[in-house]
T-cell receptor
Framework: AQSVTQLDSQVPVFEEAPVELRCNYSSSVSVYLFWYVQYPNQGLQLLLKYLSGSTLVKGINGFEAEFNKSQTSFHLRKPSVHISDTAEYFCAVSDPSGYSTLTFGKGTMLLVSP | GAGVSQSPSNKVTEKGKDVELRCDPISGHTALYWYRQSLGQGLEFLIYFQGNSAPDKSGLPSDRFSAERTGGSVSTLTIQRTQQEDSAVYLC?????????FGQGTRLTVV
C-alpha cells in the first residue's frame, strides 16, 4: 500500500522568502507524484506532476519539485513567495499500473506574511 | 470547457436523514474519485471508479455510504442515516489518465 507523509502541517514564511514544503512517500513500486494547491473554499488545483523523465519538474505559479527516488521524496520549492501563495498544499502518489487511486498526504498550510 | 461540477454546493441535513451528493465529471474522463475532507484530516479516499471495472470501495467508512456511477458519467454518493461525524466537505474528481481534476466540493453539515 502507498502512503504519503507531509512532515509539516504549517509553514510560516515572509513574503519574497524561499520556501520548501516536504513530502515523502512509501511505495514498493514505481510511482507517479503530484502536488495540488487548495485556496480557501475552493477545490484542489494541480500545481505539477512527475510521471517520468527529468526528476526536476516545473509547475504553475513559479513552483518546482524534485523527485528523489533514493530518498523517496518529492519536495516542493519556490524561490520567492507571494502573499497570494497562502494556501494548503497537498502531495499525492499514484501507482503507474492501470488501476490505481490517488493517495494524499494530510496537507501543509503555507502562511505568507508581509 | 466545463470542469467537474458538484451539487449541491452546501447541504444542511438533520441527523438520521439520507443525503445524495451529485458529481458531473468532465466528459470523456474514465476515472472518477470521491474524497472526504475534514478539518485537519487531509483528504480521505472513499471510492474510485475506473471505466467498466468494479469500483474500489475500500475507503467507504461504513455501510451507510454507497456510490454509483451511471453510464460511465454522473456519479451519486449516498449517505444513509447521517451522523454528525459525517459533516465534512465531499470532493469529487475525474481523470482521463493520471491527473485528477477536482470539483468545488459539497459541504455537508449534519445537525
Amino acid at each position: 500500500a502507498q502512503s504519503v507523509t507531509q512532515l509539516d502541517s504549517q509553514v510560516p514564511v515572509f513574503e519574497e522568502a524561499p520556501v520548501e514544503l516536504r513530502c515523502n512517500y512509501s511505495s514498493s513500486v514505481s510511482v507517479y507524484l503530484f502536488w495540488y494547491v487548495q485556496y480557501p473554499n475552493q477545490g484542489l488545483q494541480l500545481l505539477l506532476k512527475y510521471l517520468s523523465g527529468s526528476t526536476l519538474v516545473k509547475g504553475i505559479n513559479g513552483f518546482e519539485a524534485e523527485f528523489n527516488k533514493s530518498q523517496t521524496s518529492f519536495h516542493l520549492r519556490k524561490p520567492s513567495v507571494h502573499i497570494s501563495d497562502t494556501a494548503e498544499y497537498f502531495c499525492a502518489v499514484s501507482d503507474p499500473s492501470g488501476y490505481s487511486t490517488l493517495t494524499f498526504g494530510k496537507g501543509t498550510m503555507l502562511l505568507v506574511s508581509p | 470547457g466545463a470542469g467537474v461540477s458538484q451539487s449541491p454546493s452546501n447541504k444542511v441535513t438533520e441527523k438520521g436523514k439520507d443525503v445524495e451528493l451529485r458529481c458531473d465529471p468532465i466528459s470523456g474522463h474514465t476515472a472518477l474519485y470521491w474524497y472526504r475532507q475534514s478539518l485537519g484530516q487531509g483528504l480521505e479516499f472513499l471510492i474510485y471508479f475506473q471505466g467498466n471495472s468494479a469500483p474500489d470501495k475500500s475507503g467507504l467508512p461504513s455501510d451507510r455510504f454507497s456510490a454509483e456511477r451511471t453510464g460511465g458519467s454522473v456519479s451519486t454518493l449516498t449517505i444513509q442515516r447521517t451522523q454528525q461525524e459525517d459533516s465534512a466537505v465531499y470532493l469529487c474528481a475525474s481523470s482521463p489518465d493520471r491527473e485528477a481534476f477536482f470539483g468545488q466540493g459539497t459541504r455537508l453539515t449534519v445537525v
